[in-house]
């Protein structure tokens, strides 16, 4: 699969988009997630599965001033 443009080795227990987002230690609540040039709703995350040759984007918010 390919993650924010790289090519990414999914570990075995990484299953969804959930899985990911913990695996990689980022918040769901300040975080966007295309898969395959779709933006997922925050509830889909939980039940969407990721496949070999899926194309994520993550883009996370950080705070500042």
């Known amino acids: 699969m390919r993650l924010n443009g ?3 080795l999914l570990p ?3 299953r969804t988009v ?3 987002l913990i695996h ?3 918040s769901e609540r300040i975080v966007v ?3 395959n040039r ?3 709703e925050k509830e889909q995350f939980i039940s969407t ?3 070999e040759g899926d194309e994520l984007e993550i883009v996370h918010f950080v705070g500042g001033g």
């Open 18 to 20: 959930e899985d990911l």
């Open 33 to 35: 997630v295309e898969r």
């Open 24 to 26: 990689l230690k980022v």
């Open 38 to 40: 779709e933006v997922l």
């Open 49 to 51: 599965a990721l496949e």
């Open 12 to 14: 075995q227990d990484v």
């Open 6 to 8: 790289d090519s990414y």
